[in-house]
């Protein structure tokens, strides 16, 4: 698959490797921007706050699929009139959009492959979305969970806050897994 990432840092550039390693073509695009005309999915991993300079930045958008990857913090909030950077990035492209990776640690991608059982990867979104994501969180190492549909962006955002506090309080950076009983 061609796969473009706005962001090439922790987690862009984290997910490009796996994604490489997997096969895909991924074009990395940082904050001078580019083309995303020709990729089939579009991975958003910018600071939040610059999610309406990112997008602004790169051509070929329209319709495109994208995943949004993005975190607010410290009471940082989504672009005027919407709950979450999710649902701005679909009004920007019109294109099937989806929150996904934004529950995950960067950190930690060099050892998804070794874990016994695949962690999970949290994401919700449009129902277009589903097989991508399914794909890409599998051949990033992960077993993709739903939410819901996009409007639940807002608390899959806001979970950002509950992951950082698991982590200070004594595990540190960690994977989860949400499975049926019989999947353990
Ligand atoms: N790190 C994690 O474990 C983690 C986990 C889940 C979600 N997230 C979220 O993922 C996003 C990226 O985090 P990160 O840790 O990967 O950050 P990072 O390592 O600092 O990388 C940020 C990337 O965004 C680009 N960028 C910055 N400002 C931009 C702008 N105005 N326009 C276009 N591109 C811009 C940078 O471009 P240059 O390459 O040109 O500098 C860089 O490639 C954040 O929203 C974060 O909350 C991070």
Redesign the pocket.
């Known amino acids: 698959m061609d796969i473009t990432v706005?962001?090439?840092?922790?987690?862009?550039g984290g997910l490009a490797d796996l994604w490489e390693r997997a096969g895909h073509r991924v074009t990395r695009l940082?904050?001078?921007?580019g083309d995303a005309g020709a990729s089939e999915a579009v991975l958003l991993?910018?600071?939040?706050t610059?999610v309406a300079?990112?997008l602004s930045?790169v051509t070929g958008l329209a319709g495109k699929m994208v995943l949004d990857?993005?975190?607010l913090?410290g009471g940082a909030r989504p672009p005027a009139g919407f709950s979450s950077n999710a649902e701005y990035v679909e009004s920007v492209t019109g294109g099937s959009t989806a929150k996904a990776?934004?529950?995950?640690?960067?950190?930690l991608f060099g050892q998804i492959a070794d874990t016994r059982v695949r962690p999970s990867n949290l994401w919700c979104g449009d129902d277009e979305t589903q097989g991508i994501v399914g794909q890409l969180s599998l051949d990033a190492g992960y077993d993709a969970v739903r939410l819901g549909d996009l409007s639940m962006a807002a608390t899959q955002e806001g979970l950002?806050g509950t992951m950082f506090a698991i982590a200070q309080s004594g595990l540190g950076q960690f994977v989860y897994r949400m499975a049926a009983p019989e999947q353990l």
């Open positions: 706005i962001g090439r840092g922790n987690i862009g940082g904050r001078g921007g991993a910018v600071p939040g610059a300079a990112a930045s990857a993005t975190n913090y990776f934004n529950t995950n640690f960067a950190s950002a």
